[in-house]
Nanobody, 123 residues
Framework: QVQLVESGGGLVQAGGSLRLSCAAS????????MGWYRQAPGKERELVAT???????NYADSVKGRFTISRDNTKNTVYLQMSSLKPEDTAVYYC?????????????????WGQGTQVTVSS
């Protein structure tokens, strides 16, 4: 089993910044792609950004130039630096990780979600 523990959410004014963190722990051989998703009230969960173990990144168009995803492979931790925040960024942010558990079978993986952290941007 793997646990993803998120931190860093909160209330911020428009134009402000927040940094989210998500640490993976448990039965881990290797953490592959990690990412952040968000879900606003009444909307479906959507991709925010992803990062591979080789640190290739992908961003939703709505956050490009404002958010930066990064990771520390030695700590199995992914970060999301959010700047120039807008009220429409208000949502619960979820961490996601694809994890290999077995050294001899790295192609066998499972997907895990964090519990979510609330980000609220006031206008």
């Amino acid at each position: 089993q793997v646990q993803l523990v998120e931190s860093g959410g909160g209330l911020v004014q428009a134009g402000g910044s927040l940094r989210l963190s998500c640490a993976a722990s448990g039965s881990i051989f290797r953490v592959n792609i990690m990412g952040w998703y968000r879900q606003a009230p009444g909307k479906e969960r959507e991709l925010v950004a992803t990062i591979t173990s080789g640190t290739s990144t992908n961003y939703a168009d709505s956050v490009k130039g404002r958010f930066t995803i990064s990771r520390d492979n030695t700590k199995n931790t992914v970060y999301l630096q959010m700047s120039s925040l807008k009220p429409e960024d208000t949502a619960v942010y979820y961490c996601n990780a694809n994890v290999a558990h077995i050294p001899g079978s790295p192609w066998i993986t499972n997907n895990y979600w964090g519990q979510g952290t609330q980000v609220t941007v006031s206008s």
